[in-house]
């Protein structure tokens, strides 16, 4: 009279976790299961529904297979999917994007000291969660190269995971410990080869992501309407990128540069933070080499007024700009009078510093104005008599609060 056998559908995640390293073999897990009924109602009885067990404890085994994918995921739009937070020039020939093709290389500027490599790090946006897997970088001949690198990942492109270490193998392959499912890597170089750091640029070129899509097909019994209505597949991949805040080193703004108030003997800096993912700006009293750290608000120097004996500034909004007699007081200004004091004969705006090779800038003997007395080269700035006044390396190094 009633069917001795019920079917049921169900879906197992099997190691949600991602705790299992890839390329593992197949093994066997069970289902412990139990069918639970509710007893029909006739003539109004039972008033309420009761639930009855309709049959013992079963066990159901079968195999997990670990299908994992070394498949090339495709970047379709590299100039928006691919940044880093700094390149070399804002030549072509210097694009991040240029990281994923095998024939152009994504250079970094050439600087030196510690806290320099955790700012060479190159971006990508996968365009859809992925199961990451496996990764393949190459470096140029004769090039400063990454051996040990991090990969942290993403869902959001704005708050990164910190992800494991992992050298750089003969191949030129990275192994990861865990499959990474998300939707952007970050890679970062922890260690690099002994090519000389003060001459040659990190560059990469011909890097290969592998995996393949996070979610599969949708099962029409979920994803279709009880009236049996055929609902359309969700869309899975998006159509925009996080905004490229890639930043050149021969960025006047963005990167390292500097100018000197001349009357009262006092040198600006900007430069890449220690800590900071944005420029830390910094005074200089070299007359006793007192450091004064400037308020984080600070974005960039524009330039000195010797007519006003005034330094120029502007904050992080760019709705305002800021003015200092002594490298300590600020004071604030509309962008308008910015305008009009620049205009002025005799504004020397600021200069960038671009992370060239030490034979480059050295030979340059850079000054930091016509009438500096300050001499710009790759290890700092110097004066006149070649005594050092700020190494780029260890200068004005202040622990965050």
């Known amino acids: 009279m009633f069917p001795d056998s019920i079917s049921v559908n169900f879906t197992v995640t099997i190691d949600p976790y991602m705790e ?7 093994y066997t897990d069970f289902i412990k299961a139990v069918a639970i009924g509710e007893i029909s109602t006739f003539n109004s009885y039972p008033a309420t529904n009761i639930s009855t067990t309709l049959s013992e404890y079963q066990n159901f085994m079968f195999t997990v297979t670990y299908t994992e994918c070394y498949d090339v995921i495709d970047i379709k739009n590299p100039p928006k999917q691919v940044q880093a937070k700094y390149r070399f020039t804002e030549a072509e020939e210097d694009a ?31 365009g859809q969660m992925m199961r990451v897997t496996k990764l393949l970088v190459d470096t140029p001949a004769s090039q400063r190269a990454p051996k ?27 192994s990861l410990k865990k499959v990474i499912i998300t939707r952007y890597i970050k890679i970062i170089p922890i260690t690099t080869n002994d090519v000389t750091a003060n001459l040659k640029a ?51 703004v ?9 009357i009262n003997n006092i040198v600006y800096m900007c430069d890449v933070g220690s ?24 974005r960039n120097i524009v330039g000195y007024s010797a007519v006003r004996g ?38 020397v705006s600021a200069i960038n510093i671009p992370g ?32 050092s006044l700020i190494k780029w390396n260890s200068c004005c190094v202040v622990d965050p609060e």
Request: glycine fraction near 6%; include cysteine; proline fraction near 3%.
């Open 20 to 26: 299992r390293a890839p390329g593992l073999a197949d």
């Open 148 to 174: 040990r690198v991090r990969v942290d990942y993403s869902s959001t492109g704005i708050n990164f995971v910190r992800g494991d270490e992992a050298d750089i193998k003969f191949d030129k392959t990275i």
């Open 254 to 262: 963005n990167y390292r540069h500097v100018a000197e108030d001349t």
């Open 96 to 126: 991040p994007e240029n990281a994923i093709t095998e024939t152009k290389s994504w250079a970094m500027p050439i600087r030196i000291g510690d806290t320099t490599l955790q700012h060479a790090w190159l971006q990508i946006d996968l």
């Open 275 to 298: 800590y900071r993912e944005r420029v830390s700006c910094y005074t200089i009293d070299p007359s006793n080499t007192e450091y004064t750290s400037l308020p984080m608000y600070v």
């Open 202 to 252: 990190i560059k990469l070129y011909n890097l290969k992501v592998f995996g393949c899509k996070e979610e599969k097909e949708i099962s029409e019994m979920i994803q279709d309407k009880p009236d049996g209505t055929i609902m359309p597949q969700r869309q899975k991949e998006a159509f925009y990128a996080v905004r490229n805040f890639t930043i050149s080193a021969t960025d006047t």
């Open 356 to 387: 060239f090779d030490i034979k480059k800038l050295d030979s340059a003997a850079t000054k930091i104005s016509d009438t500096s007395t300050y001499t710009v080269s790759f290890n700092g700035i110097s004066t006149s008599s070649g005594a």
């Open 310 to 347: 005034r330094m120029y500034l502007q904050d992080h909004s760019g709705t305002s700009a800021l003015s200092s007699k002594d490298g300590k007081t600020l004071e604030v200004l509309s962008l308008t009078k910015l305008e009009e004091v620049k205009a002025e004969a005799g504004f």
